[in-house]
């Protein structure tokens, strides 16, 4: 899988600056201000169950209208599988068609990287990343690891971690980042004929 430095990245490398951007599990929503930096045009709308957060909504199904791209970064690990997919289909319905979800999980490939929060509940391989963003609805578009490191660090790792990491099943990766699509245009219903 490709590797990215944050999984803003991914996020930053869609937008155009004119989208509706729904932040599920947005925190204390200090993404709005870097969205907003980088990208003035963008409607951000936050929801987040806590009420410390101090989110726009406090759950998916409260907020109006539909959105063109919806964030869930380090959210899924904390859920159940079938509550994670649940939140994925709830946001779904929310992304209107040709709109993307970027989902970001820690990777579990690195030592530590799931364990070390004890609020952690799920650990989501990439594939299995995947495959909720399939249940969810969405296309599959893309798979990326991401390491916030600096680009010696990133170097040193991918050349030498990398390669005995691989013969181990291990890796260096903080997180890994799915990116589904909504479908422009429905698949057309395969007409059945009648039985004789």
Known sequence: MPLVHRPTDVLYARLTGTERVLDVGAGDATRRERIRAKFPGVVYVSVDPDPEAKADHHS??????????????????HLRPEVGIAVLEAVRRKVRPGGRVFVSVPATHTPGRFLRDCTHITPWSHDELGAAVLLAGFELESLHRTYPGTAVGRALRRFVLGPIGHIWGVDY??????????????APAVPTSPAN
């Open 60 to 77: 998916v199904g409260e907020v109006p209208g539909t959105f063109d791209g919806a964030v869930l970064f380090e959210v899924l690990e």
């Open 173 to 186: 990766a903080h997180s890994v980042v799915a990116t589904g699509r909504v479908p422009a245009v429905a």
